[in-house]
């Protein structure tokens, strides 16, 4: 996965040439396949389930799981989640840079989904971005993640979410630290830090 991740990319990219100029081509020529980069239904299995690497709060891995996917109306996450946490993790928002306490935050831990608890990210794999987002070369486990071409705003980017019931968590670029040179640039609206 990360192969097709560092792929997804080096594609993206060589849309990229003067975003601004060609955005009308970017958008034409990137959505052909538009749900091909899609990773939901890549086991074959039963639809409703996807399999998860599950971790305690601790970090420790239990091992992989199969597991329903979380699947709820808009009414009934709006009961569940603020209105930011809503806003950026059901209808794909972004935070403000430099609010909120995780960008900056290094104490061991996990990072959970704020919506359905799948872990996420370790602190571990956390780094200083300055970006103002909360960064990490990687997910606690591939298997948690999923990774969608997000062609908005004119510009083309690869969105990840949640494999257990699709939050949008931030998106992925190529210009993070080793061993991966990923950063994972992730908004604090759709995580639950679990200290250790
Ligand atoms: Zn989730």
Request: hydrophobic share 35%.
């Amino acid at each position: 996965m990360l192969r097709e991740i560092k792929e997804q990319i080096t594609r993206r990219r060589a849309l990229l040439i003067a975003p601004f100029a060609f955005a009308g081509l970017v958008v034409v020529s990137s959505r052909k396949g538009d749900d091909s980069d899609d990773h939901v239904a890549a086991s074959g299995g039963d639809p409703g389930e996807v399999t998860l690497v599950q971790f305690s709060d601790a970090g420790e891995n239990l091992g992989p799981a199969q597991l329903k996917r979380v699947v709820h109306s808009s009414a009934e996450w709006r009961k569940q989640l603020s209105r930011e946490q809503y806003s950026v993790a059901r209808q794909k928002g972004t935070d403000l840079p430099f609010t909120g306490t995780y960008y900056k935050i290094h104490t061991p831990g996990i990072f959970r989904c704020v919506c359905c608890g799948n872990a996420l990210f370790r602190s571990e794999a956390k780094f200083d971005s300055g970006t103002g987002w909360p960064s990490f070369w990687a997910p606690i486990a591939e298997e948690n993640i999923r990774t969608h071409k997000d062609t908005s705003l004119f510009m083309e980017r690869v969105e990840v979410l949640c494999k257990r019931c699709d939050a949008h968590l931030g998106h992925v670029f190529n210009d993070g630290p080793e061993p991966t040179y990923l950063r994972y640039c992730m908004n604090e609206s759709s995580l639950r830090f679990v200290r250790r």
